[in-house]
C-alpha cells in the first residue's frame, strides 16, 4: 500500500496591530479652565459675605467656602507659593479670624469704619506688614519678620505695632508669633491656612501700601 507523507506547514503568522488605548491627557489649558471654575466658585460664595462677618454665623456657609478652599489646596499642592510671587500688597475679601473681624465690626463704636485691609509682604526683606486702615487717615499695622520654611510656609515673628492718626502715632508692643501656608496662588488672588486654622483669602490691591 502506498503511503502518503503529507508536511503540515503552519499557517502563516498575520500580525495584528492593536491600536493604543486613548488616554486622558492633562493639558496646561484644562488646568488654568479648571483653576478659573474654581477660583470664580470661590469667589462667588464670598462675594456677599461682608469679608468674613456674615459668615460668623452661619455655619453651613462657611463648611462651603472652606469646601471651595479645600479645592483651590489641590490645584496648588504641588506648587511654589513662598518666591517672589508672594511679595504684593495683598487686600482681605474674606477670613476667620475674629481679631480682624472684630476690628472691622467694631470700628464704628469708635466713630470710623475700617477700610482696606492688608498683608504687604517683601520676601526678598523677609517683612510682612498686617495692615486695617481707616480712611482717611488712621492705620492700625503691625510689622513682622518673615522666613521661608518650605514650599508654601511661612514663619514670622512680629516686631511691633503702630497706632497713627493723621497727626499723632502710638507705638505697641509686640505680640506673638506663627506661620502661614498660601495654599494657591495666582495673578489675581491668593488662599492662606494658618498656625490657628483660620483662612484668609485676599487679592492683589490695585497699589502698593507704604507706612
Avoid at 506688614?129 to 499695622?141: A, E, H, R, S, Y
Avoid at 519678620?145 to 516686631?159: A, C, G
Avoid at 491668593?190 to 483669602?201: A, E, P, Q, S
Wanted: hydrophobic share 40%; aromatic share 10%.
Amino acid at each position: 500500500m502506498a503511503t502518503c507523507h503529507c508536511l503540515l506547514l503552519p499557517a502563516p503568522f498575520k500580525h495584528t496591530i492593536i491600536p493604543p488605548k486613548p488616554t486622558s491627557k492633562i493639558t496646561c489649558s484644562s488646568m488654568t479652565t479648571q483653576s478659573q471654575s474654581a477660583k470664580q466658585h470661590l469667589l462667588t460664595l464670598i462675594s456677599d459675605q461682608h469679608r468674613g462677618l456674615k459668615t460668623q454665623n452661619d455655619p453651613i456657609k462657611r463648611s462651603s467656602i472652606i469646601q471651595a478652599i479645600d479645592a483651590m489646596a489641590d490645584l496648588g499642592k504641588d506648587t511654589v507659593t513662598t518666591d517672589d510671587s508672594l511679595s504684593a500688597t495683598w487686600r482681605l475679601l474674606w477670613t476667620t479670624e475674629k481679631e480682624q473681624l472684630f476690628i472691622i465690626e467694631k470700628a464704628p463704636f469708635f466713630g470710623t469704619q475700617a477700610g482696606d485691609v492688608l498683608q504687604v509682604i517683601d520676601v526678598e526683606k523677609r517683612t510682612l506688614n498686617n495692615v486695617i486702615t481707616f480712611p482717611p487717615d488712621g492705620v492700625f499695622f503691625v510689622r513682622s519678620s518673615i522666613e521661608v520654611s518650605s514650599s508654601q510656609r511661612v514663619n514670622f515673628r512680629f516686631t511691633s505695632a503702630v497706632l497713627r492718626g493723621k497727626n499723632w502715632e502710638i507705638p505697641l508692643p509686640p505680640f506673638g508669633q506663627g506661620w502661614f501656608e498660601s495654599l494657591y496662588i495666582d495673578e489675581e488672588i491668593r488662599v492662606v491656612k494658618d498656625i490657628r486654622g483660620d483662612y484668609l483669602v485676599v487679592d492683589k490691591a490695585p497699589y502698593a501700601w507704604k507706612e
